[in-house]
T-cell receptor
Framework: DSGVTQTPKHLITATGQRVTLRCSPR?????VYWYQQSLDQGLQFLIQYYNGEERAKGNILERFSAQQFPDLHSELNLSSLELGDSALYFCASSVPAGGHEQFFGPGTRLTVL | GQSLEQPSEVTAVEGAIVQINCTYQTSGFYGLSWYQQHDGGAPTFLSY??LDGLEETGRFSSFLSRSDSYGYLLLQELQMKDSASYFC??????????WGAGTKLIIKP
């Protein structure tokens, strides 16, 4: 158990819909990262937050947005969903100067029908 | 920018030793991390090389050569449970990770 929690574990929805994925980092970790992993693919970095502020942006679509709240939990919002958005979405956290060692949550498996 | 290259698949025999290579092209490179991911599971951190040389953690070792822009993960005494995907990831000056595409390790009895 990494100490990072993600909800929900599974999500099935229809095209055009909007969903919110939630992540709680390990106690004390200020950084939260979001990744997308499609079937048999590598990890695509989406976005990083540090202590409530956006720190870095990767290949995140405009239809996707995220935020980190004062209690450090984070939410990833996916809207106007397409079939190709079906993937595993991981959240990870790290200590402030330890981005090289990230602790991953169990992931949310999103299926868009 | 950074990019990391690693083989897509490696096959080895139980009990043997296997090496998974990672070459990178980067500017502002600060170190190399390795992660393991079992099918359907989350990536887990294995090791980080901030300096050139070998880092050993039990059956796993990781090596970095900055002059050659090259690193590898060495797995010894392979066990069936080591069947997984292995990712190298380069850290930049802000400790952002740039990820390789992953190497699927297949272990045969």
């Amino acid at each position: 158990d990494s100490g990072v929690t993600q909800t929900p574990k599974h999500l099935i929805t229809a095209t055009g819909q909007r969903v919110t994925l939630r992540c709680s980092p390990r106690s004390g970790d200020l950084s939260v990262y979001w990744y997308q992993q499609s079937l048999d693919q590598g990890l695509q970095f989406l976005i990083q937050y540090y202590n409530g502020e956006e720190r870095a942006k990767g290949n995140i679509l405009e239809r996707f947005s995220a935020q980190q709240f004062p209690d450090l939990h984070s939410e990833l919002n996916l809207s106007s969903l397409e079939l190709g958005d079906s993937a595993l979405y991981f959240c990870a956290s790290s200590v402030p100067a330890g981005g090289h060692e990230q602790f991953f949550g169990p992931g949310t498996r999103l299926t868009v029908l | 920018g950074q990019s990391l290259e690693q083989p897509s698949e490696v096959t080895a025999v139980e009990g043997a030793i296997v090496q998974i290579n990672c070459t990178y092209q980067t500017s502002g490179f600060y170190g190399l991390s390795w992660y393991q991911q079992h099918d359907g599971g989350a990536p887990t951190f294995l090791s980080y090389n901030a300096l050139d040389g070998l880092e050993e953690t039990g059956r796993f070792s990781s090596f970095l050569s900055r002059s050659d822009s090259y690193g590898y993960l060495l797995l010894q005494e392979l066990q069936m449970k080591d069947s997984a995907s292995y990712f190298c990831a380069g850290a930049d000056s802000n400790y952002q990770l740039i990820w390789g595409a992953g190497t699927k390790l297949i272990i045969k009895p």
